[in-house]
């Protein structure tokens, strides 16, 4: 399929975080750059609660109730100019951004234990490879992979980063909610398609 080429809600866009068997080595996390690498890492998905990881597999981060802004923001610092109506822009300090994910928070999702894949990742300081995918109708299947996201149209971006925080906040009269922060620790590679 192609990328998305017409205008419409992004109802089914995903977040997916690869979970292989072994932990990426710091060579692996220098050399992941290329479309085909990351591709390779989401290539069958497994449940986030009594997965087997292995080589290509990842989980999908389910019940998101809303996304952040995605992309790597400029670093554009205004000086105020003495006597002059404009400020000038420079150049700042590029920071690695974050992401924050709300999530309608499912807690059997999140506990921490033995079978628990994604709870187990959270401020676990470990790096992994993330898939962003703007979808605006349902795939087959999320694997990058032609017969499964590859049947509708959809844009990946990936990136890689660590699992860095979940925060509660119950409601009282909705879904209790929680927000993922995830760090992003490399540039955003994108927009591909399958």
């Not at 977040?15 to 750059?33: N, Y």
């Not at 349902?138 to 971006?157: D, R, W």
């Not at 929680?178 to 540039?187: G, R």
Request: proline share 5%.
């Amino acid at each position: 399929m192609a990328h998305l080429s017409s205008i419409g809600a992004g109802m089914f866009t995903d977040m997916a975080v690869a979970s292989p068997l072994t932990d990426l080595t710091a060579a692996q996390v220098s050399a992941m750059t290329t479309e085909a690498l990351f591709v390779a890492a989401f290539a069958s998905e497994i449940p986030a609660v009594g997965g087997t990881e292995a080589a290509g597999t990842f989980i999908r981060v389910q019940n998101i109730r809303e996304f952040p802004a995605m992309g790597i923001p400029a670093n554009i610092v205004n000086v105020p100019r003495f006597g002059a109506r404009t400020s000038s822009q420079v150049q700042g300090q590029a920071d690695a951004p974050t992401t924050e994910i709300t999530l309608n928070y499912v807690a059997s999702d999140w506990a921490k234990g033995s079978t628990q894949l994604l709870g187990n990742m959270v401020n676990d300081g470990i790096v992994r490879a993330f898939r962003f995918t703007i979808l605006n109708n349902a795939p087959v299947a999320y694997g990058s992979k032609a017969a499964e996201l590859g049947t509708v149209p959809n844009t990946e971006f990936y990136f890689l980063g660590k699992v860095e925080a979940l925060v509660y906040n119950p409601q009282l009269t909705d879904a209790n909610q929680a927000t993922l922060t995830v760090s992003m620790l490399s540039e955003l590679y994108g927009g591909f398609t399958v």
